[in-house]
């Protein structure tokens, strides 16, 4: 198990870095033109409920599963680096793009997110996956693997920690704490609010703003046109954890059980909203190998922020499983 979770360790990460780089070829910039326009669409039923997804490629199914605001796009340097080796299938979460948006914040309980990503599987004719999430995403996968290990097959997390760590950094580090002022605003407001987005409104614009790529900027924009900013805010308002503490869709004081596949984690260093404080002793809460891949000088969308490595390194870490 590779530590590397306390700040003193992070440079460590240049070893598995430069391994992966050695083992595995960026798909991105190997391949021509726009994913967008080489991706296969489809959509699966969630008991009534239809999930849009992305796919590319053939092989060991790997899913794909993006947080806020986002849409399946996020993944598109890991899906370019994986499509060769792997069937990966990016979803848009319910609400989001061109998935269904039903009405209600019931609707968007963690139950019924982690029910979608099993219908994907399910619709692909798969009795199991490589899970994959960032942020909201990661939250669901966390617990997709946690109810629905049999679907597990391995389990990637980005940008978001395991919920017992943040649980405890939610009730014991004032840093965090402060850190999710604007999680406690979508909790309590409405997207109308002219301020809720960190003091902007919630439109199109402001929600891709962090965008840094201009051309998927443009993207982004249309597909939160098509979104639902009420259901964005509902995920937060039925998932995330209370002043009470517990983590993303853990309950204050719920015990959850030890996961047995293999865990790889990364985590952006200049993420303003979850501290990495929030990684240390996720070793102790499980029975197989984790590699937790800190990165400095990447912010919370670390697929984005550092995507050539964190794609090598991903399809390193894959293939080296593969039986």
Sequence with gaps: MWRTGERTNRRCFAVVAACAFLLASVGGA???????????????????????????????????????PDFWYSWRDQMEALSSDFQVVAIDQRGYNKSDS??????Y??????????????????????????????????????????????????????????????????EQQQNSGYARKFQEGKASDPDIFFGM??????????VQDEDARAHYQAAFERSDFDA??????????????????????QELPRLGMPVLQFHGLEDAALHSDGLNNTWDWLDSDLTLVTVPGASHFVQQDAAELVSTTMKWWLLSRVE
């Design 102 to 107: 039903p009405d209600g914040e019931e609707n």
């Design 232 to 253: 964005m805010l509902a995920y937060y308002k039925r998932n995330y954890p209370s002043e009470d503490g517990g983590g993303i869709g853990q309950a204050p004081g």
């Design 109 to 174: 309980d963690m139950r019924y997110l982690v029910g979608d990503v099993a219908a994907v599987i399910r619709h692909l004719g798969r009795d199991k996956a490589t899970i994959v999430g960032h942020d909201w995403g990661g939250a669901v996968a966390w617990q997709f693997a946690f109810h629905v290990p049999q679907m597990t097959e391995r389990l990637i997390i980005l940008n978001l920690p395991h919920p017992n760590g943040m649980g405890r950094e939610l009730a014991n580090n004032q």
């Design 201 to 210: 409104p919630m439109n199109a614009m402001t929600l891709s703003g962090w």
């Design 30 to 68: 190997a391949m021509a033109g726009d994913l967008m326009d080489r991706v296969e669409h489809g959509y699966a039923d969630s008991n009534g409920v239809k999930i849009h997804y992305a796919s590319i490629g053939e092989g060991p199914l790997v899913v794909m599963i993006h947080g806020f």
